[in-house]
């Protein structure tokens, strides 16, 4: 009995040593996948964020209407809005950007932190994130600085639902210090509001390692200004591995957050649309 | 007394095996990878291992989540060519099959076992050297590894591919495993 217990002892002490460890983890709680592939979800800004030390370049173009015809190349002939941008990445919670848009010759700086990560274990089962943007009109025609000034805050509540699915709501106020009151065409009184408030909703669907589905939907809540509707963005996200391109169709072709919100007028349900492309390309230093 | 001697024996037993394994989780493993014109490294310091010198076993194996190339972009791109949620883990599971004297210097060191890597095992031999220092077992290894072997489509850069040859190298100091 002694021996066969020594025996016993014996192999068991020999498979144990030469028993694999066991994996662990290093970090159970690391973050969830990023939940969208670029900084933007189309028009407004998505949860994503730079890495440190990361610079983005981003350019984004969005055309004229697809309903103005052949004629017009459905729309590719028409006045296009483009926006360049730089943003960097100071810490892996925090950038800072700045961009350059065509219409109304609008330079905007922002900021953007990350305050929550959604993590794989469920122990933060939220990505939260808050923007920041001041944009500053320079188009000639004698505005003081202040009045230049536009501004965009959005808190974006993000989650990563499963390896395919990502749904951000972003609560969102735009303000601009200076707003016109104007007639139409058919002599109607146009009257632009200062703040808008609105909660974009956004959601990426994931086809395969190259490709997703992006909507965004950013709708106004209460006053806003005149003859203005609620932007509607649909688009396709590649993602070749250095750059990410986003092809889409928007009613909007306001290309910051507070233009999107508030200046937005047309509708996508009328057929009156835009595509459009972004290009993110990401460099590290 | 027949339970007394029994412990001594099992006592006894365990020191050498215990005795003489030597553990890390902050060893260094690095690859290097090049497109056109251009490479880049990915380090990481959480490489866990583990030599025991009776059955000359040895195990090591990385989180590849922990791969750092300086570029967030390109970390993510890399744990989606990886598939790290699917096989978060490149490991090595074998024997050392050349002579090692742990009273002696640097020594050439010679493997033999299993190496896995995004879902696929296979054989493979690494060199390298293992030398007995005052607070272990210095190891250091180094070997070409081929992305196809491992059924891992090289990345893109748009149209330029990422050389499916990698350079990987490993460093770390195994310290005698605690409790002995």
Do not use: C
């Not at chain 1, 040593?17 to 159970?28: E, F, G, L, V, W």
């Not at chain 1, 950007?97 to 274990?121: C, E, H, I, P």
């Not at chain 2, 076992?113 to 879902?119: E, T, Y």
């Not at chain 2, 891992?152 to 409790?179: F, H, N, Y």
């Amino acid at each position: 009995m002694r021996i066969a217990l020594l025996l016993f002892a014996s192999i068991l002490l020999v498979s144990q040593a030469a028993a694999q460890m066991d994996r662990q983890r290093a970090d159970p709680n690391r973050p969830v996948d990023e939940l969208f592939w670029s900084t933007a979800v189309i028009g407004t800004s998505s949860v994503t964020n730079l890495s440190a030390g990361d610079l983005n370049y981003s350019i984004k173009h969005a055309f004229g209407l697809v309903s103005s015809g052949i004629e017009n190349l459905y729309g590719v002939d028409g006045s296009a809005n483009i926006r360049f941008g730089l943003d960097y990445g100071v810490r892996d919670w925090l950038s800072v950007g700045m961009g350059r848009s065509r219409f109304d010759k609008v330079y905007d700086f922002r900021v953007k932190a990350n305050v929550l990560r959604q993590t794989v274990s469920g122990s933060s089962p939220l990505e939260v994130a808050v923007l920041g943007d001041v944009g500053i009109t320079t188009i000639k025609n004698g505005f003081s600085f202040t009045d230049r000034l536009s501004y965009a805050g959005m808190l974006m509540l993000g989650r990563r639902f499963s390896d395919r699915l990502a749904v951000q709501v972003s609560p969102t106020v735009a303000h601009f210090n200076t707003v016109f009151i104007a007639r139409d065409g058919d002599g109607n009184v146009v009257e632009e509001e200062n703040t808008h408030i609105g909660v974009a909703v956004a959601a990426n669907w994931r086809l395969n390692e190259l490709f997703a589905v992006v909507i965004e939907y950013v709708p106004v809540l209460g006053g806003r200004s005149d003859n203005t509707t609620d932007a509607v963005s649909v688009g396709v996200d590649i993602e070749t591995g250095g750059h990410v391109f986003q092809l889409f169709f928007s009613t909007s072709d306001w290309l910051t957050e507070q233009h999107m919100l508030a200046r937005n007028d047309d509708d996508f349900f009328a057929g009156d649309f835009r595509w459009g492309f972004n290009i993110h390309r990401t460099f590290a230093f | 007394m027949r339970y007394l001697s029994l412990t001594l024996v099992l006592a006894f037993l365990a020191m050498p095996v215990s005795g003489q394994a030597f553990m890390t989780d902050s060893g260094t493993a690095e690859f290097e990878s090049s497109v056109p014109l251009h490479s880049f490294v990915g380090t990481s310091e959480v490489l866990v291992g583990r030599i025991a010198l009776p059955d000359s076993t040895v195990d090591f194996y990385l989180d590849l989540e922990t791969l750092d190339t300086g570029n967030g972009k390109r970390d993510k791109d890399m744990k989606k060519t990886l598939d790290t949620d699917e096989h978060p883990f490149a490991e090595f599971f074998g024997k050392l099959v050349s002579p090692f004297d742990p009273d002696g210097g640097q020594q050439e060191a010679r493997v033999v076992g299993s190496f896995s890597l995004h879902g696929v095992t296979r054989e493979v031999e690494v060199s390298g050297t293992l030398e007995p220092t005052a607070n272990g077992l210095q190891l250091n290894a180094a070997w070409e590894l081929s992305l196809e072997d491992y059924d891992i489509v090289p990345p893109k850069l748009l149209i330029i591919k990422v050389d499916p040859i990698q350079q990987v190298r490993i460093s770390a100091l195994l310290t005698p495993e605690s409790g002995t």
